[in-house]
């Protein structure tokens, strides 16, 4: 008999490894472990919120603040005495202030991939990590903010990118991509810091209700805006949420893709080539689900979470990272081969150079990292151990960062006038602006998860078999079955 | 609605009925192969040249459906989808059509020499033909060609076989043995479908390049694949699965036509928008040729219905849950993927190479061999999985 | 028919009664009955979306599909029409070599404002149908009703339905199933 038990599964599920290595082609497995109550969900995500700061937290907030600080200084410097104090030269103009740039966009992107594309998908398993997911798009798109903003040079007539009438009659280029960056990056942030308040206005109202700090209550309430569960509201907000995916899901294809067109609409061989657009928008997802991935390892057990964030979640990011990764791996194969089928010199020389040429150790470091290293999730065993997850989401992201800088400056440190070559070494200036962004991230993700419901516990309770006004508790399958 | 006991099928009740219209399917196929014969001989005969231009265009158009298919059957199982399990068989029926092609592309091979430059004597006194001509020759071209063939054949055989297997055994083994290979399985499809697109159509013009064009062709097999699959459920709803293929269904192979096809105009979109932009006269003069003469029309057409027309269509939700719309979307989509087809091939080969009937008779040889085929298929076993083991879910799937 | 808001009805003594359940299935079923009995001035409240309960409780579809479509198309048209307009009219310059007028250009820009009046139409466009915020309400007044948000559901039926009975009201709400009725008061 090979029927299967029903489209809801009540089934514990122990032990968490050998429940996802048991690999089931038959049953959906349990999504969250222990079958808890709706109440328990709650209380095991407005835990952490609710006790006294723990001495791991200051241990991470207090250097990242500090490394923000260094942020602080680093820009300031930077406007007062110029461009200059970073490593730019001719012909690199550009180096790791858009490498930065872009690295940060594209980490943003899985969060909307979590947040919107997976809902579309109708992925439940989402819902353990989208919150998290999606506040880490928000920091990341305000770290990427940071380097189109400063590195224009003249920063106090910054202004000048949008479209304000003027007592010069002069308008932006909007046929400019750096011009589209602008609008994409900025709608992408404005979009993904509403969808994410869509999200939270529940999950503010449950700690509202359950707070016994006055101060909290406040807070909370306020920006709960009197949210009472209400079933014709969440009809609206239903409907809001899908259209709100909808929405970001081509939005997140989109912003990445003008990102892309920065290099891609140039006539300079490594950068003026077709695939870029869905190219980025796959590294983007690949370096997003590494840095969710990171950010998971640390919350989930520094939280206690490891009921809500299980061993499948990490199983099916680390399918991701896989598909992604795969995906970088053709597009760096074809871009490969139609270089050499091109017969243009300049894309040749352009492709050998990286390969062989003087940024060969980075071009190698970025090959090693995204194509190698994401392999290993072919094994179950290390899609669901912690320590090669985590190992390998920290190499993803050294590659991904390098795929940038590999774009960028292989191409404009050899082009087309031999006499202009020349080589990129970063600065202090350029390190300290680096590590400073991670400073700002870091900071808004500790403020983040001592604050806010880390979870997003009304749609977790919402996936529970439970939760089906359908459901009928199964008796539980006997296990000979299969 | 969803919480009655488990529903199982039995292979009799999902198997096509004598009366049903698509039985017809395959004596449809060869009255069509003969017609399309016939106009071939009668018009073709003098020019040959456009009759293998005619007979490249039907093969890509009925391949990329085939190869559509193949990479809906293993997507399902790498992703181990629950929603599309009724639905799978028809994508492993049309997959299994696949070594056809293989008899289907000796025209092909026979007019080698008039669809490709670099197939002609005159390309060994051209530098840039000497340059590729390691990749662009005749024996390597015809190896790479049997291997896509071979590959897809084994893949497609493999998949459609092992499922019909579960049938009679229910075995989840082997749902799992299919779901392990499926990733490896896509990556190899997925590099011998680009180089397949590269050296059947790309090639057409030597000259030129684009690093996105598998993807782009890719995008064109999917989005009329799915086209195909709201036809094919539609059809099945009247009739055997009525019950088993349900609105639900339809609506989401609505929403993945709508999907794929706002993802073909973004691909589509940027591959233009890139050459336009830089503005290099080795990559534009591609579209110049389909920006000129009586290909300009076509360009302007395909921008607007292959993409506005079936976006505002396809968008509302009553739509795709309303069989005779979504019918109607659905043969337009497959229509303008198959104009797609026509101005990816036909300016390449050249002005001149257009001839109605021609391509008429060529549409409905290749389709009617296909058509036969997958007829065949469709009649000779259930139209459903019905051990799979993810049956129950599929049947169940509300989208309310 | 749009109900009129709480604060715009008559004063009452009190608000109405809040029935509470203790699962998603007798909170559908009940849901079920009472939008059969006739009401019309009442609500479910859950702490997450349960599937089918619009139907359940007879509600008409949200507009908000229309709402977003007619935004974006709004945000679409201006976004092209500023450029078209910039570009075109006011300071035409030759960049790249290429005409004034170039559609091509235009669609990045173009559709992230879509995008993004579609996303502020969906926002704003659900806080407005939701008439929020609305930071007090009646139903605070209930203690029990915290669990709302929490993991309890319940059912309100306002006393200004013209089916509303305190007692009668009351006794159908028990025959419902629910683990406690309480009568909430209005001010």
């Known amino acids: 008999m090979g029927g299967s038990t029903g489209p809801e599964v009540d089934e514990v599920l122990t032990d968490t490894s050998q429940a996802v290595l048991e690999n089931p082609a038959d049953r959906r497995p349990e999504l969250i472990l222990s079958s ?63 490498t930065n740039f872009v690295f940060w966009v594209g980490i943003g992107h899985a969060g909307t991939l979590i947040s919107a594309i997976l809902f579309l998908l ?55 991509p750096l011009l589209w960056d602008v609008f994409a990056v900025s709608v992408y942030g404005t979009v993904s810091a509403l969808f994410w308040f869509v999200g939270l206005v529940p999950d503010l109202a449950t700690m509202r209700d359950r707070t016994k700090s006055k101060i909290a209550k406040l807070a909370y309430g306020i920006l709960a805006l009197g949210w009472r569960g209400s079933n014709r509201h969440w009809q609206h907000y239903e409907a809001a949420y899908l259209l709100l995916a909808a929405l970001a899901t081509p939005l997140v294809l989109s912003v990445h893709s003008i990102v892309s067109m920065d290099f891609a609409v140039s006539q300079l061989p490594g950068w003026h080539t077709t695939i ?25 057990s520094a939280f206690r979470l490891e009921k809500i964030i299980t061993l499948r979640h990490f199983d099916y990011m680390a399918k991701v990272i896989l598909l992604t990764g795969c995906m970088v791996g053709y597009a760096y194969s074809l871009e490969f081969f139609t270089a050499w089928y091109s017969g243009n010199p300049y894309e040749i020389f352009t492709f050998t150079n990286r390969a062989l040429g003087p940024y060969a150790w980075a071009y190698w470091t970025m090959v090693s990292c995204n194509v190698l290293s994401p392999q290993i999730f072919w094994f179950a065993r290390a899609r669901t151990n912690i320590k090669v997850l985590f190992g390998v989401s920290i190499l993803v992201n050294i590659g991904m960062w390098f795929e940038r800088f590999v774009i960028i400056v292989t191409s404009l440190h050899r082009g087309f006038l031999p006499s202009s070559w020349g080589y990129f070494r970063p600065t202090i200036w350029d390190v300290s602006c680096l590590l400073g962004s991670f400073g700002l991230f870091f900071t808004m993700f500790c403020l983040f998860v001592r604050f806010v419901p880390m979870v997003a516990t009304a749609e977790v309770k919402g996936v529970l078999p439970q939760a089906n006004p359908h459901h009928e508790p199964q008796a539980r399958a006997a296990a000979g079955a299969h | 609605m969803s919480h009655q006991a488990p529903r199982t099928l039995t292979a009799e009740s999902v198997m096509l009925p004598e009366g049903h219209r698509l039985r017809r399917l395959p004596m449809l196929g060869a009255a069509a192969t003969i017609v399309g014969i016939g106009l071939l001989t009668v018009f073709g005969a003098a020019h040959p ?106 893949l497609a055989l493999g998949y459609a076989r092992a499922s019909r297997a579960q049938d009679a055994t ?47 062709f890719f995008a064109g097999c999917y989005v009329s694949w ?175 | 028919m749009r109900l009129p808001m709480t604060a715009e009805l008559p004063a009452g003594a009190h608000y109405g009664l809040l029935a509470e359940f203790d699962t998603t299935k007798e909170l559908y079923h009940a849901c079920e009955k009472v939008r059969d009995a006739g009401y019309t001035r009442w609500d479910a409240h859950t702490p997450f979306p349960v599937h089918g309960l619009d139907r359940a409780m007879g509600l008409k579809r949200s507009p908000m599909p229309f709402i977003v479509l007619v935004m974006a198309l709004l945000g679409g048209a201006g976004g092209f029409g500023l450029q078209y ?84 009201t009351r006794r159908f709400l028990e025959g419902l199933g629910a683990r406690q009725v309480e009568l909430v008061q209005s001010s």
């Open chain 1, 36 to 98: 808890p109550s709706f109440g328990a969900i709650t209380d095991a995500v407005a835990e952490p919120l609710e006790r006294k700061t723990p001495l791991g937290w200051w241990l991470c907030f207090l250097p990242a603040l500090g490394l923000l600080g260094l942020l602080g200084i680093a820009v300031s410097w930077l406007f007062w005495e110029g461009i200059g104090i970073w490593g730019l030269n001719v012909p690199v103009g550009w180096a790791w202030d858009i």
């Open chain 1, 122 to 176: 109708r992925q439940r398993w989402r819902t353990s990590i989208n919150r998290a997911a999606e506040a880490m798009t928000i920091f990341a798109v305000m770290c990427a903010l940071i380097f189109p903003g400063i590195h224009v040079g003249r920063v106090w007539v910054a202004y000048w990118m949008f479209p304000l009438p003027n007592q010069m009659g002069t308008w932006p280029n909007f046929r400019s």
């Open chain 1, 276 to 300: 870029f657009p869905p190219y980025f928008v796959a590294g983007a997802i690949f370096s997003g689900f590494a840095m969710v991935v990171t950010l998971m390892v640390i919350c989930r």
């Open chain 2, 49 to 154: 040249a456009k009759v293998y231009a005619a007979w490249l265009v039907a093969f890509l158009f009925f391949l990329s459906l085939a190869l559509g298919a193949l990479y809906f059957v293993l997507i399902h199982y790498a992703v181990q989808a629950g929603w599309s399990v009724v639905l799978r068989r028809l994508g492993e029926n049309l997959a299994s059509t696949l070594p056809v092609f293989a008899l289907l592309f000796v025209p092909v091979l026979l007019g080698m020499g008039d669809l490709f430059p670099w197939a002609r004597p005159e390309a060994a006194g051209d530098h840039l033909m000497q340059w590729k001509a390691p990749f662009l020759n005749r024996n390597f071209f015809l190896l790479r060609a049997a291997i896509y063939l071979v590959v897809w054949s084994a």
């Open chain 2, 170 to 216: 229910g075995d989840v083994g082997i749902s799992k043995r299919l779901r392990r290979f499926a990733g490896p399985a896509i990556l190899i499809l997925a590099i011998t479908q680009t180089f397949a697109a590269i050296d059947w159509v790309m090639s057409l013009s030597p000259r030129w390049y684009s690093t996105v064009f598998g993807v782009y």
């Open chain 2, 226 to 400: 799915f086209a195909l699959l709201a036809l094919l459920a539609t059809a099945l709803r009247r009739g055997p699965l009525k019950d088993v293929i349900t609105v639900e269904h339809l609506h989401d192979v609505g929403r993945l036509v709508f999907a794929f096809v706002c993802f073909w105009a973004y691909i589509a979109f940027s591959q233009y928008f890139l050459i336009w932009y830089g503005n290099l006269p080795e990559e534009t003069f591609w579209y110049h040729l389909r920006l000129q003469g009586r290909w300009q029309a076509l360009s302007a057409f395909l921008a607007v219905g292959h993409f506005v027309i079936p976006f505002f269509f396809l968008m509302g939700r009553t739509v795709k849950r309303r069989g005779p719309w979504l019918t109607i979307g659905a043969i337009w989509v497959l229509t303008v993927h198959f104009l797609d087809i026509t101005w990816l091939v036909l300016p390449s080969i050249g002005q001149g190479y257009f001839s109605s009937a021609i391509l008429a008779g060529a549409v409905l040889a290749v389709g009617g061999i296909v058509t036969m085929v997958f007829g065949r298929r469709l009649a000779g076993r259930p139209l459903v999985p019905i051990r799979d083991p993810r049956l129950a879910e599929s049947l169940a799937l509300d989208n309310a």
């Open chain 3, 85 to 168: 307009w910039v570009h075109s009219v006011e300071y035409p310059l030759t960049i790249s070599g290429k005409p004034h007028f170039t559609w091509p250009a235009f669609v990045p820009i173009t559709f992230e404002l879509a995008v993004l009046f579609g996303a502020l139409g969906a926002v704003f466009g659900m806080f407005a149908l939701n008439q929020l915020p609305m930071h007090w309400h009646p139903l605070f007044f209930s203690e029990r009703f915290e669990r709302a948000t929490n993991d309890l559901f319940f059912i309100s039926i306002e006393s200004w339905d013209p089916k509303f009975d305190p007692v009668a």
